[in-house]
T-cell receptor, first 113, second 112 residues
């Protein structure tokens, strides 16, 4: 099993450009998550999807949109990138419910100039 | 705002020594989890402790939870150079919120 995969691994954007980060999992998990990680800030939740067909805002949703395409895939879109969105983005997945751990992808390092 | 605060922010020890990291949180929880992140990689789950548990072990890891003080600690015994990483606590709220809230992490360096 590949686990959680993310594409691309690296991306450089100019301010105002748009892009979509892709995430897929092959563990039959119900829930999927997008986080961003900035130096000294830990992980902050952007959006999550508790189950197929639902999405909810996390702590820092402004400037982002998400799509739960099917049970396996959860994408994150930046419509108009800003330098403040320079970060490392992680996708994660888990089974639905409290007592399950999350499995993380390798991350996408995004720089907005 | 983040739920967990970790202490210390950075820790440097010699191989063979024990490493202790602490996590405090603010609201009631269903469980608390610890994750490890090696440089440039995604997070890896280490251990989950439920709110009705006080201590849990996994190999060289020992986690304690004190819900009255809203705090947890992670002890790594007999540290190895390969334990060098960042360690994060994460809390799952008691309201079945469907999400984890992560602390800012402790960076551990184990010198050979």
């Amino acid at each position: 099993n590949a686990g959680v995969t993310q594409t691309p691994k690296f991306q450089v954007l100019k301010t105002g450009q748009s892009m979509t980060l892709q995430c897929a999992q092959d563990m039959n998990h119900n829930s999927m998550y997008w986080y961003r990680q900035d130096p000294g800030m830990g992980l902050r939740l952007i959006y999550y999807s508790a189950s197929e067909g639902t999405t909810d805002k996390g702590e820092v949703p402004n400037g982002y949109n998400v799509s739960r395409l099917n049970k396996r895939e959860f994408s994150l879109r930046l419509e108009s990138a800003a330098p403040s969105q320079t970060s490392v983005y992680f996708c994660a997945s888990s089974f639905l419910g409290a007592n399950y751990e999350q499995y993380f992808g390798p991350g996408t390092r995004l720089t907005v100039t | 705002s983040q739920q967990g605060e970790e202490d210390p922010q950075a820790l440097s020890i010699q191989e063979g020594e024990n490493a202790t990291m602490n996590c405090s949180y603010k609201t009631s929880i269903n469980n608390l989890q610890w994750y490890r992140q090696n440089s440039g990689r995604g997070l890896v789950h280490l251990i989950l402790i439920r709110s009705n548990e006080r201590e849990k072990h996994s190999g060289r890891l020992r986690v304690t939870l004190d819900t009255s003080k809203k705090s947890s600690s992670l002890l790594i015994t007999a540290s190895r150079a390969a334990d060098t990483a960042s360690y994060f606590c994460a809390t799952y709220g008691s309201g079945n919120t469907g999400k984890l809230i992560f602390g800012q992490g402790t960076t551990l360096q184990v010198k050979p």
